[in-house]
C-alpha cells in the first residue's frame, strides 16, 4: 500500500480544493439573509468531527447528518433526502 | 482490463454509453427496475416497463456483443401506493423465467415509511417464494443508516432468506460494517455528489477487505457515470493494488454474486 508521503501527493491537492470550497459555502452561508435551518447545524457539528483523529472521520460525519430513530415514519411525504436529519440529534 | 456492471439503468442512458462501456472491458451489464422519476399511473405502465427490461434492452445491448441482465420489483419510492404495488407484485411472476432475469430488485426502502416497509416485506416473501436472488436498495443521505438497519430487520427475520443470495447496495462508511458482519453482500455505488466516490469505495475495500463486496455505477437519469467502475479500477492501479486485486473486485466478485443465479452466464470466450 501507498506511504503516508504517496498519499500526500496523490490526494492533498483535490482534498485543498474541496476545503476551499466548504470555506467558501460557509462564508456564503453568512453573507445570505435570513435564518439558517437544521441542515447547517448538522453540518458544523460534522465539521467538528474532522479534528478527532480514530481512523473513523467519514463515518463519524455521516452518523452527525444521520435520521438516528429506529422506527417507520407514518407515510412518506416526499421522495427526497436533504442530507441532514431534521430532528434533534 | 474485463469488468462486469452489475447496477446500471440503461434504460436512461444512450447508445453511446453502451459503446463506451464494451470498449472499456464491460463483459455484462444488469439493470435493476427502478423509479422512471415520476410515478408510473398503473401496473400497465410497469408491465411495459418490464417488457422493456426484458426484451428491448437485451436487444439494444446485444448490438455491442454485451449480455443484457435485469432485476425485476416495484421500487421503493413508489410503494406508498399500497395497492398499486399489490397490483405490480402480482406481475412479476410471469416474467421470472424469462432469460436474463436474475432475480427482485431493486427493492428496499426510501424515506423508511410503514407503507415502503410493508412493500420490501412483500417481495422478500415473492423472492422467498420462487427462489431468487435479492438486491436491494438503501435510503439517499441522511436516511440510509435508519433504512439499512430496517432492512437488515426485515431479511433477517424470515428464516427463508439466506443472506449470500442477497447484496445490499449503495453502503457507505457508516452502513457498509453492519451489512458484511451478518453475512450479506454490499455494493458500492460510485457517484460523484453522493454515496462514494472511487476513492472512498478503494478506502472502504481496504479497510475491510473485498470478500462480499462489488462496485456499480448505478447510472441512470440524474447525475452519474457510467464509467464509473472503469475510474475505480484507475483509483485501485494508482493506489498500488495488483492487477489481480482489481479483477477480484471488478470481475471476479460480481460474476460470484452474480453466478448464483444459473441465467447469469458470460461468453465462453470472453471469461478468461
Not at chain 2, 40 to 67: C, I, M, N, W
Not at chain 2, 93 to 113: A, C, Q, T, W, Y
Not at chain 2, 146 to 161: H, Q
Request: charged share 25%; aromatic share 8%.
Amino acid at each position: 500500500m501507498m506511504s503516508r508521503q504517496e498519499m500526500l501527493d496523490m490526494y492533498f491537492t483535490e482534498a485543498r480544493a474541496k476545503l476551499v470550497d466548504v470555506a467558501a459555502f460557509l462564508d456564503r452561508v453568512d453573507r445570505a439573509e435570513g435564518r439558517a435551518d437544521f441542515r447547517l447545524a448538522a453540518f458544523m457539528r460534522a465539521v467538528e468531527e474532522l479534528g478527532r483523529s480514530d481512523g473513523s472521520r467519514a463515518e463519524r460525519v455521516l452518523l452527525c447528518l444521520s435520521d438516528p430513530t429506529v422506527d417507520p415514519i407514518p407515510a412518506a411525504t416526499t421522495k427526497a433526502a436533504c442530507g441532514a436529519w431534521a430532528g434533534n440529534p | 482490463m474485463r469488468y462486469i456492471e452489475p447496477h446500471a439503468h440503461m434504460v436512461s442512458r444512450v447508445t453511446d454509453d453502451y459503446r463506451a462501456m464494451t470498449a472499456a472491458g464491460c463483459l455484462a451489464i444488469c439493470e435493476p427496475a427502478f423509479w422512471a422519476g415520476f410515478d408510473r399511473g398503473s401496473s400497465a405502465g410497469f408491465h411495459d416497463y418490464f417488457r422493456q427490461l426484458t426484451e428491448h434492452e437485451p436487444r439494444r445491448a446485444a448490438k455491442f456483443g454485451v449480455p443484457h441482465y435485469c432485476w425485476l420489483c416495484i421500487n421503493p419510492k413508489e410503494a406508498e401506493d399500497l395497492a398499486l404495488a399489490r397490483d405490480v407484485i402480482a406481475l412479476i411472476p410471469r416474467f421470472l423465467d424469462r432469460p436474463n432475469v436474475l432475480g427482485i430488485g431493486e427493492i428496499g426502502l426510501n424515506k423508511n415509511s410503514r407503507n415502503e416497509l410493508r412493500v420490501l416485506e412483500l417481495q422478500v416473501d415473492l423472492a422467498a417464494r420462487h427462489d431468487q436472488l435479492i438486491l436491494v436498495h438503501t435510503p439517499h443521505l441522511e436516511d440510509k443508516l435508519k433504512g439499512t438497519r430496517l432492512i437488515l430487520d426485515v431479511l433477517r427475520n424470515d428464516s427463508r432468506i439466506r443472506p449470500d443470495r442477497c447484496i445490499i447496495d449503495h453502503v457507505e462508511e457508516h452502513t457498509v460494517k453492519g451489512v458484511l458482519d451478518v453475512g450479506f453482500w454490499a455494493g458500492l455505488t460510485l457517484y460523484p455528489n453522493s454515496k462514494c466516490t472511487p476513492a472512498r469505495a478503494v478506502d472502504i475495500v481496504e479497510r475491510f477487505g473485498p470478500e462480499r463486496l462489488w462496485m456499480n455505477s448505478a447510472c441512470d437519469w440524474g447525475e452519474s457515470i457510467p464509467m464509473a467502475v472503469p475510474y475505480a479500477a484507475l483509483e485501485m492501479r494508482q493506489r498500488g493494488h495488483s492487477d489481480d486485486e482489481v479483477d477480484r473486485m471488478i470481475y471476479q466478485n460480481p460474476l460470484r454474486f452474480l453466478g448464483q443465479c444459473p441465467k447469469f452466464v458470460l461468453p465462453s470466450s470472453r471469461r478468461t
